[in-house]
């Protein structure tokens, strides 16, 4: 008998190879046989007919290090079909931890971390505490090089010691031999921005033994977006060690419809050399980060409360404004494109889903001085969406086939008063209604393959991503005609249209838009 049986479904099996319809039986949490089923053998039958049965999506590209925690039913990540997360994104991940610098380190994930108290010191602690507060998806994580120069030496803007190297190095380590699955780097955050790519090479080195694998949140994603590719890929060849880009995109209006054919060619011949580089990207031409990232790198040394004396301080705000005026200038920004989505203080929440420019004419100010004077109210604890790329480089990006889909979103519940960026919630299902059913740039199959197999290969999941005997019964049952990124930017929390169920280790976990509060998730540590 299967617990579960799926009859009659179109199944695309997340390996690229073309839909068949079979029916799916599963037993204890792994799907056990593929083909013709009598309906009598199954103790739960779903009558597939008509619909979509794939693999659960697996984002590459997470933010749920600390939103897992505090949303353990992770509902923008289930209703939309995600039943894996990988997380640890742009060099922000929630270890290591050291006593003398965990405010630091709170500091620096404030704008994710939920309120939530790091009490736990390296990546073993931290998968405990995730296993202990359940997960409604199965979690795994990368060590952020951010955390680990901070636990090593802080916001110390210069290169480090040998000693201090060789501690970053033992962080490294230590994680990777805990479980996780890699390095990343975000380097348009402080302290990444103060660091060489020869110290990152360092550290990559300590993967290769593991299977590891690094991901770079890159240097530049304008005007430079070569040189940064390029950098990236100089990782992989001097570590030994597979390579990705995160959110591959082409920002600055001057850059646009051009500068994207010079780093995927790039990318092409690297590959053809024989270096294992790879892309993510989510599907929309806003991104999403902290407003204090317009400020210039110099601003951030010493952390956030150094940041905001130095905006407090007026000689030293009167050139921090000059060098972001410069900034905004040479790549054609414009405030009225970037929009605040969630600030800590309810004296402010007016301004959440309002742009800049529009804050800044209701209180007659001009636009760099209320950016300014917010990110100093806050804090500095200011998140921020902006409108930065165009549709054409999102599809030139996608259709390669070294592209992955990465929400660089994370796990948030539906009723929330903030204003977050929709990919959050719809990442998965607007690839599939839009890029593929709509813009056709690409077969089911293969919009499947980039958001189910494709990760998990890259990640390391044997055992997931694909439908095949054996594997663990991470599935979405969706209508392909109906399926919806119903989030939008002015209501993004909202359960997406077309996905009949959600199953997770083989246990239902959302039917019809509503989760069923299943915890069925569990914490992926790399070699178990």
Same mark, same amino acid.
């Given at each position: 008998? /299967? ?71 992770? $509902? ?37 971390? @939920? ?35 901070? %636990? ?6 210069? $290169? ?6 060789? +501690? ?30 020869? $110290? ?33 890929? @100089? ?15 082409? &920002? ?9 054919? %010079? ?25 999403? &980060?902290?407003? &204090? ?76 001085? %209320? ?19 165009? $549709?054409?480089?999102? @599809? ?5 086939? /070294? ?34 059913? @709509? ?22 999941? %044997?055992?997931?991503?694909?439908? +095949? ?60």
């Amino acid at each position: 008998m /299967f617990d579960l049986l799926f009859k009659n479904a179109k199944v695309v099996d997340g390996t690229n190879s073309p839909w068949y319809i079979a029916d799916v039986g599963v037993a204890d949490g792994k799907i056990a046989k593929i083909g013709k089923i009598c309906e009598s053998e199954g103790t739960k039958v779903v009558d597939a007919k008509g619909y979509v049965l794939s693999p659960g999506f697996i984002d590459s590209h997470s933010h749920s290090d600390f939103g897992i925690l505090r949303h353990k039913l992770n $509902e923008s990540r289930i209703l939309q079909g995600i039943t894996t997360e990988l997380a640890g994104d742009c060099g922000m991940s929630p270890m290591p931890v050291t006593p003398e610098r965990r405010a630091l380190l709170e500091k620096y994930v404030g704008f994710l971390d @939920e309120g939530i108290e790091l009490d736990w010191t390296d990546a073993a602690g931290y998968f405990d505490k995730v296993e202990k507060n359940g997960t409604s998806v199965n979690f795994a994580m990368m060590v952020g090089h951010g955390a680990i120069r901070i %636990a090593a030496m802080g916001f110390d803007d210069r $290169e480090p010691t040998p000693e201090e190297l060789d +501690k970053m190095r033992e962080y490294t380590k230590q994680s990777m031999e805990q479980g996780c699955f890699g390095l990343t780097t975000g380097f348009i955050y402080p302290p990444g921005c103060f660091s060489k790519n020869d $110290e990152v090479i360092e550290l990559c080195k300590e993967l290769a033994p593991y299977g590891g694998f690094y991901k770079s949140h890159m240097r530049y994603e304008g005007d430079k977006v070569m040189e940064s590719v390029e950098d990236t890929v @100089e990782v992989g060849i001097q570590a030994g060690i597979p390579v990705q880009v995160v959110h591959h995109k082409i &920002t600055g209006r001057k850059n646009w419809k051009y500068k994207g054919y %010079a780093t995927l060619a790039f990318i092409e011949r690297a590959r053809e050399r024989g270096i294992d580089v790879t892309v993510d990207q989510y599907p929309y031409t806003a991104s999403a &980060t902290t407003l &204090t990232s317009t400020l210039p790198q110099w601003a951030h040394e010493g952390g956030l409360e150094k940041m905001v004396e130095r905006l407090k301080d007026a000689e030293t705000r009167k050139k921090i404004t000059q060098e972001m005026r410069e900034y905004f200038e040479s790549d054609m920004r414009v405030w009225s494109d970037v929009f605040i989505t969630s600030v800590p203080s309810e004296k402010n929440a007016w301004v959440k889903g309002k742009n800049i420019q529009e804050i800044a004419d209701k209180l007659g100010k001009d636009p760099f001085d %209320a950016a300014i004077d917010l990110m100093i109210e806050e804090d500095g604890t200011v998140r921020q969406l902006s409108f930065g790329m165009c $549709e054409e480089d999102i @599809e030139m990006i996608m259709k390669k086939p /070294f592209t992955m889909i990465g929400s660089d979103g994370g796990a948030q519940p539906l009723d929330t008063n903030d204003v977050p960026h929709p990919r959050n919630y719809g990442t998965f299902p607007r690839v599939i209604s839009h890029y593929c059913r @709509e813009r056709k740039l690409f077969s089911l199959e293969t919009a499947i393959h980039k958001m189910t197999g494709f990760p998990a290969a890259r990640i390391g999941l %044997a055992d997931r991503g694909v439908i +095949k005997t054996g594997m663990w019964a991470d599935l979405v049952l969706f209508d392909f005609d109906k399926i919806k990124d119903t989030p939008s930017f002015t209501k993004p929390n909202a359960a997406c249209e077309g996905i009949k169920q959600v199953y997770v280790n083989g246990v239902l976990t959302a039917e019809d838009g509503v989760h069923t509060g299943a915890l069925a998730g569990k914490m992926l540590r790399r070699g178990q």
